[in-house]
């Protein structure tokens, strides 16, 4: 099903008052699982299948003391509450990103108990060309059809 931007960005609004919500409860780290899938399709069973991959990456990895999925037409969304330290949780996110070529369609952030983001050291690369993804996806330069390609290819590798 194709989704629209409005339903996008409602889905971020949402996630945001998730994230707080979450936060407030639990006072501990959080790690929040959604996939950079472009375009309109944001659910098939090839995506629900490497998003459960990234869950059980999660699960296996990192000392979590609750757990909330979503599964809705405009993603998939995993919030971790975790037991550890932020930036403990932040190197194990970006192992699991880093571990194959599929799980750079992981996006795993982590927020620490201020609900601050953590960033990474070093940029993400393009799925298409390597160099530096933001831009790439600001100017647009590989197109939608190429990148929908792309990911399909990469979702195989999790088949």
Known sequence: MSVTLEQVLAARENRAATQRRLLGKYGKP?????????????????IAHAFDHGC????????????????AETGYEAFFVCDCAAESAKKTAMQIEEATPAGRLFDIDVLN?????????????????????????????HGLPALEAKVKELLLEFQ
Request: proline letters at 8%.
């Open 56 to 71: 059980n990456a999660l699960r296996e990895s990192l000392p979590i003391v609750y757990e909330e999925i979503l599964r």
């Open 113 to 141: 108990e201020a609900g601050e983001k953590l960033s990474r050291p070093e940029m993400r690369k393009c799925i298409i060309c390597g160099g530096p993804v933001s831009v790439c996806s600001r100017s647009r330069a």
């Open 30 to 46: 959080l790690v929040c699982l959604t996939m950079n899938i472009p375009g309109e399709e944001k659910t098939a069973p090839e």
